[in-house]
């Protein structure tokens, strides 16, 4: 399989059904959850005719296990521009609730994670 050839300038996400279908689209970092489930929901691919949900607002995407509110942007979640990132997509109506939303999850670093952005699962 030959290497896709990723504008410097743009995120190559690599779209992952509950079935393992998968799908690549670009995106800008300025695009947003809500703005990628348009997109998918409007260039719906051909080989996941089955799985085409009924309304674009019950889209959801998944990354590093936390589901995405639409108004995060994909540069807020610091994905590098030119390389490819995995999410999940799925059909759900609503987002679960954080478990704790006054504490903040710190990642490896020791720098607190996004409060806004994500529910952790």
């Known amino acids: 399989m030959a290497t896709r050839n990723i504008p410097s300038n743009r995120i190559n996400l690599k779209l992952i059904l509950f079935d393992g279908k998968t799908h690549e689209f670009l995106f ?11 997109h998918v929901y409007t260039h719906w691919p051909d080989d996941w005719t089955k799985e085409h949900c009924p309304a674009t607002n019950i889209l959801r995407l998944i990354y590093q296990g936390r589901f995405l509110h639409g108004n995060v942007s994909l540069a807020a979640l610091q994905l590098p521009t030119g390389k490819t990132t995995v999410m999940h997509l799925v059909a759900r109506d609503n987002l679960p609730e954080p478990n704790n939303p ?20």
């Open 102 to 121: 006054g504490q903040l999850k710190k990642d490896k670093s020791g720098e607190p994670g996004c409060a806004n952005c994500c529910a952790v699962l």
């Open 28 to 38: 800008c970092p300025s695009d947003t959850a809500a703005d990628i489930a348009e």
